[in-house]
């Protein structure tokens, strides 16, 4: 894999990358690690300044091991999340296939954030023709699901189906069109969250970050750290996660893809227009 270390100022403006099938990690000076596949060919500009970067390679074979006090922000190179997305992006695309595309990557990228994360129990069973070793996900800890609604219920629809067992927790969050602020008017976290509890909050659209960082801050004063949670989001933009690395060390962020810009009303260039008005056709 490709290992891609730069120090780049403290806000930036664009983010484009050639994509091809290698894994590239991007890590910053405010702690934050970008996932990407990439060619090697990676640009960044702000304020009209080019950046210039310097890129070390090693085999697939070779692990490099990542700091735990590090934001990272996974793209998955798969070619089905690269088709939904897509889909969404279309503007011709219906309310309904749009919804069920929307699911549906939530589905990959669910599949994707829990890799190596979720609880185990071991064991042996007895196999129509002898005595098999056995892993199950362990029943007895749950993992919570978040979404964030009202695009975040298409987003987080396949949940049940890729985890055993889980708890879902609606958590309404409206932003205000003109201060881009958020307002919570649903809230069905639990008073406190178990020690130990993984909890995946499922965010359609990362733009600005005020939405996603007001869900974060009332998971942990739940009592969830930052490494027991992840962030799922069909696309993320720089603003937002330049916010969750400076307030969220350990977090980690799964995204469809990474657009670069965000527009003076607060939308994802060029994104995919209003999530919950596409997935819902109001």
Known sequence: MALLNY????????????????????????????????????????????IDLSVNCQTTAEKKPMAQNKMLVFVPPHPLIKHWVSVLRNEQTPCPIFKNAMAELGRLLLYEASRDWLPTITGEIQSPLGVAAIEFIDPREPVSIVP?????????????????????????????????????YLN????????????????????????????????????????????????????????????????????????????EKGFIIPGLGDAGDRSFGT
Request: hydrophobic letters at 35%; proline letters at 8%.
């Open 7 to 50: 120090n780049p100022p403290r806000f930036y403006s664009c983010l484009s990358t050639r994509i091809s099938r290698s894994p590239l990690y991007l890590s910053t000076s405010n702690h934050t690690q970008f996932l990407h596949t990439s060619n090697q060919k990676v640009s960044l500009t702000s304020s009209g300044k080019r």
């Open 148 to 184: 964030i609604l009202r695009a975040g219920l298409a987003l987080a629809e396949h949940a049940s189906s890729i985890l055993p067992a889980t708890k879902t927790h609606h958590l309404g969050i409206a932003r205000d069109e003109e201060t881009l602020e958020p307002t919570v």
């Open 188 to 263: 069905k976290l639990p008073d406190k969250f178990p020690p130990g509890s993984r909890v995946f909050v499922v965010d359609p659209m990362l733009a600005t970050g005020g939405t996603i960082v007001a869900a974060i801050d009332m998971i942990k004063e739940r009592g969830v750290d930052n490494k027991n949670i992840k962030v799922v989001s069909a696309i993320a933009s720089p603003p937002a996660l330049q916010k969750l690395s400076e307030k969220y060390p350990g977090l980690h962020v799964y995204s469809g893809i990474i657009d670069p810009t965000v527009n």
